[in-house]
T-cell receptor
Framework: GNSVTQMEGPVTLSEEAFLTINCTYT??????LFWYVQYPGEGLQLLLK?????DKGSNKGFEATYRKETTSFHLEKGSVQVSDSAVYFC?????????????FGSGTQLTVLP | EAGVTQFPSHSVIEKGQTVTLRCDPI?????LYWYRRVMGKEIKFLLH????????ESGMPNNRFLAERTGGTYSTLKVQPAELEDSGVYFC?????????????FGPGTRLTVL
């Protein structure tokens, strides 16, 4: 079946540091890949997505590139801010069939210190 | 446009009691999903409605869980009787269409605590 393996946290960084959160997946075909973020006290928000190989999703300074050859979708940001403190979830939906549910990774708690 | 809303935001109940969670999807979204995150683990799929029909309920853990979506608008998820292991955060999401490019928009979740 489909699965997502995500870098375990928690991750603590200083403001303006570089961020990488690793995400790899197992799925047949070409799934769609997503990063969702959950800020304290809020629900899940879509951060970015990519629907085909070599696509780059980007939003709010975050980027992730769909790498089919390494089955990865690592999240990066060049300079994090305190406001980026949140839980980040990598997820996928299958490329075919009627099932459209998201398969999530375990989440990575990010804390950015001033 | 209003987002996905869920009620209540928190619920604390005793083991053996019944709890009903409600989700109101974004207006016009035919697809509605339930997920839950237990004990800080990964978020797991429970079921998927297309309008009022259950498209996929393969993630429902057992028959103590009953989901409905009468009229194809809001949905309820009932847990009866609740057990300790049901504690967690229950998320609802909706999307406009079923294709893989249709984004699922999530509600804030209901935190359920079973004592």
């Amino acid at each position: 079946g489909n699965s997502v393996t995500q870098m375990e946290g928690p991750v603590t960084l200083s403001e303006e540091a570089f961020l990488t959160i690793n995400c790899t997946y197992t799925a047949t075909g070409y799934p769609s890949l997503f990063w969702y973020v959950q800020y304290p006290g809020e629900g899940l928000q879509l951060l970015l997505k990519a629907t085909k190989a070599d696509d780059k999703g980007s939003n709010k300074g975050f980027e992730a590139t769909y790498r089919k050859e390494t089955t990865s979708f690592h999240l990066e940001k060049g300079s994090v801010q305190v406001s980026d403190s949140a839980v980040y979830f990598c997820a996928l939906t299958p490329s075919s069939g009627s099932a459209r549910q998201l398969t999530f990774g375990s989440g990575t708690q990010l804390t950015v210190l001033p | 446009e209003a987002g996905v809303t869920q009620f209540p935001s928190h619920s604390v109940i005793e083991k053996g009691q019944t709890v009903t969670l409600r989700c109101d999807p974004i207006s016009g979204h035919d697809n509605l999903y339930w997920y839950r995150r237990v004990m800080g683990k990964e978020i797991k799929f429970l079921l998927h409605f297309v309008k009022e029909s259950k498209q996929d309920e393969s993630g429902m853990p057992n028959n103590r869980f009953l989901a409905e979506r009468t009229g194809g608008t809001y949905s309820t998820l009932k847990v009866q009787p609740a057990e300790l292991e049901d504690s967690g955060v229950y998320f609802c999401a909706s999307s406009q269409g079923p294709t893989k490019t249709n984004t699922q928009y999530f509600g804030p979740g209901t935190r359920l605590t079973v004592l």
